[in-house]
């Protein structure tokens, strides 16, 4: 039931951050989501008793409810001064209808009691596919770096609420392994994002010196 | 064994560690070169005692060789030798003529040894969540390599190959969940069930619907990776902004890194399902990125995004003669990718030259190459022609293996179709670089690639090196190599 609504939770937020057009709340609706699943896992780990999963629920809120939305604010909102998105291929209603029929297309193609009963929560499945669709539909939409980065992000999201509700016994050091990668994922990301503004901020700098006079 | 493998992993990280010697390109280069030879010569040992043993286990199946892995373990690491040679005489170049800092020179052989070893790693390793994190490690390392130089279009190529390719990669990860869901309801314990060990084992009690769905996704996932249409668009852009070097590394190392993991979500899929499901999958996909990659060949324009093309073509090729299957069909698949890891290693490392000597990579403006550049430019036009399937050459006979494999099943249409993509393909591809070789040259801006002696000798090394093993493998298969791939093909179907 907890795990259910924190999935739920979770696809609200991704929503919203499909209806937001301010940076630097894709970062807090992302981290709120991060926070959210790491309750979800913590919610399984008691369930389980295990002290992997634990552990795992630890990793969680720490990288990706703390570290990885702390590190986007600072290292690139602030710093680039990024305040809001305008670079949106759809309008923003059409966005949001096409988010709905995905979640629903999501539902359709899986229905919970087709699934053996070995899952958790089973419904929290269909409900982590429309977020792995969702995230990949932020990802079309936007045309910014930071906004295709965050949709990323919450794709990475509804695949490990999806793997904590199937597969909760997946080995740890795999997890782990996974981690790891994301980390060096998003760091090289950031610094991606910021050349590429950078580099486009000085080009728009030189193109209005050569139109003065 | 153990010691073979870590060999085999570690030592391509002594370019990187050398970097702490000094800050001139010189050093880590002999290191690069010292660490390649030495990781493909370890690679040589282990297939002979993979061959002589059956397989190799240790610490739970996260350390597992058998004769494909030990199969691409040979083809991959000597893709790093050769482009190990080459980074080293590249980057000196680069050095001396100031296109790139210190600090990037230190950054390249730090991310290129990470990238050599994540690559050799993943066909060692036993676990498929391990050889995930494993694969997208290395993608990481490469995006760095490929964003090196730092320029808009160098950054826009490393974004747009970061964020395809990691979407991928998730999708590839769910492929993995799938995979041992499917497991779910046999007892065992956890760490053993995403062995590729346990799985084999236990193929036919897997659960068919999820282990469709896996296959599926890896195919989608991965195929980012290998760049299967119609997830091929980052490919095209970081092959033609990367250093030299590293195009050679993509496209001969990474991409058949991607390809070895959909082989062996593939053997899974044939034991559970039977090979009707996956047959479909391959051929459809194998055909369209044939298709699309022979079509951008046609199109011509830039050199190295044709050289990418051109791996895109091959590995469709690659995914047809999967399709195709059987004994003849799985042959043929392991024979090209080995012959197009070596004979687009020396297109790519030649296309280095002329990147340095023409400062261009507009296939219109590099002419008279032969008389500018002898031997960049004999390695172009020789590669090209190993490359597109000319007769001397070990592309030559994989390719007809595959057409062979299958006119050998009962529908001739599609080894029709084939072999129709295969000589549109050879066609354009010779149009263009014929153009580069021929002609008068430019009176002025040509400069020599390579300023020193010694960095002429590293660059030529892998030019001629490769080309000779390409000749010789269209003429004669070693005794151990046909082995090593027969037995090969008996892991993977």
Known sequence: ???????????????????????????????????????????????????????????????????????????????????????????????????????????????????????????????????????????VVRRHTVAQLIGWLITENGVFLGAITLVSTFPFIVEAGVFLDLVAAVLIMVVFVSGITRRLAEATATELRELRG | MTVLVALVVLLPLLGGLAISTGTRARGPGAAAIAGGTGSFASALVLAARVLAAGHFEALDGFLYVDPLGAFFTVVVSLVVLLASFSSAAYLRSEE??????????????????????????????????????????????????????????????????????????????????????????????????????????????????????????????????????????????????????????????????????????????????????????????????????????????????????????????????LGFGGMLGVYGALLQLLTHAIGKSVLFLSSGHVVLGYRTREASEVRGLLSALPLGGGAVLLASLAVAGSPPFGVFLSELTIVRAGFARDDPALPGLLLLLLVIGFASLLATTLAMVTGSQPTQGIRPPYPTRSSRFLAAVPLLGGLGALALLGLWIPGGLNELIVRSVRVAS
């Open chain 2, 96 to 321: 001396a003529s100031g296109e790139l800092t210190g600090l990037q020179v230190r950054l390249y052989f730090v991310f290129f040894s990470l990238f050599a070893s994540g690559m050799l790693a993943v066909f060692l390793t036993g676990n498929l969540g391990l050889l995930w994190v494993l694969v997208e490690g290395s993608t990481l390392a490469s995006v760095v390599l490929v964003g090196l130089e730092a320029e808009a279009r160098s950054l826009e190529a490393a974004w747009k190959y970061v964020i395809i390719s990691s979407f991928g990669v998730t999708i590839a990860l769910v492929a993995t969940l799938f995979l041992f869901y499917a497991g779910s309801h046999l007892h065992s314990t956890s760490g053993q069930r995403l062995t590729w060990i346990y799985l084999f084992a236990h193929a036919r009690s897997l659960a068919p619907t999820s282990v469709k769905l896996a296959f599926l996704l890896a195919v989608v996932g991965y195929g980012t990776k290998v760049g299967l249409v119609p997830m091929h668009s980052w490919l095209p852009d970081a092959h033609s902004e990367a250093p030299s070097p590293v195009s050679a590394m993509l496209s001969a190392g990474l991409l058949t890194t991607g390809m070895y993991a959909i082989i062996r979500f593939r053997s899974i899929a044939v034991l559970t399902l039977g090979s009707s499901y996956e047959e479909t999958v391959l051929l459809f996909f194998g055909f369209l990125t044939a298709f699309i990659g022979v079509m951008f060949l046609v199109v011509g324009g830039n050199y190295k995004r044709l050289f990418a093309y051109s791996s895109i073509e091959h590995m469709g090729i690659v995914a047809i003669a």
């Open chain 1, 1 to 139: 039931m907890l795990l259910t609504l924190s999935a739920v939770l979770m696809l609200l937020a991704a929503f919203a951050c499909l209806g937001s057009k301010l940076f630097n709340r894709y970062v807090a609706y992302y981290g709120f989501q991060s926070v959210t699943l790491s309750f979800a896992t913590g919610v399984v780990a008691a369930h389980f008793g295990s002290g992997e999963l634990w552990a795992l629920a630890a990793l969680t809120l720490a990288l990706k409810g703390v570290a990885i939305p702390l590190a986007t604010r600072r290292l690139l909102l602030q710093r680039l001064e990024l305040r809001r998105d305008v670079a949106l291929s759809t309008g923003l209603s059409t966005t949001l209808i096409i988010g709905a029929l995905l979640t629903a297309f999501a539902f359709l193609v899986i229905q919970p009691r087709d699934l053996p009963a070995g899952a958790v929560t089973s419904s929290a499945v269909p409900l982590s596919t429309a977020m792995v669709l969702l995230g990949g539909l932020v990802m």
